[in-house]
Nanobody
Framework: QVQLVESGGGLVQPGGSMRLSCTAS????????MGWYRQPPEKQRELVATITSGGATTYADSVRGRFTISRGNVRNTVHLQMNSLEPEDTAVYYC????????????WGQGTQVTVSS
């Protein structure tokens, strides 16, 4: 089975930056898309950013211009560069991989806590 291994996360001051990384292990194919979702305290999970195998990106309005998603040189890896972080960005961030957009077959990472606070 495919597993998503996440790295990054932690405590960062407002205005600071943080980089999240995710690598899919156990896969023998390129995912249609990979991305990041987050779940703030007391809120439901929401999309942050996605990137397709062709390089097309999607961003939530709340992070556009501050966050950048990119694919790594290693197969089935994705990074999320987060700049100008705000307390509202505090959430558990989950990596996502979607092999087929027409099937319910997404794989999720374990989640990593990002806390933006002084």
């Amino acid at each position: 089975q495919v597993q998503l291994v996440e790295s990054g996360g932690g405590l960062v001051q407002p205005g600071g930056s943080m980089r999240l990384s995710c690598t899919a292990s156990g896969s023998t194919f390129t995912f249609f898309s990979m991305g990041w979702y987050r779940q703030p305290p007391e809120k439901q999970r929401e999309l942050v950013a996605t990137i397709t195998s062709g390089g097309a990106t999607t961003y939530a309005d709340s992070v556009r211009g501050r966050f950048t998603i990119s694919r790594g040189n290693v197969r089935n890896t994705v990074h999320l560069q987060m700049n100008s972080l705000e307390p509202e960005d505090t959430a558990v961030y989950y990596c996502n991989a979607d092999p087929n957009p027409f099937e319910d077959d997404d794989t999720w990472g374990q989640g990593t806590q990002v806390t933006v606070s002084s």
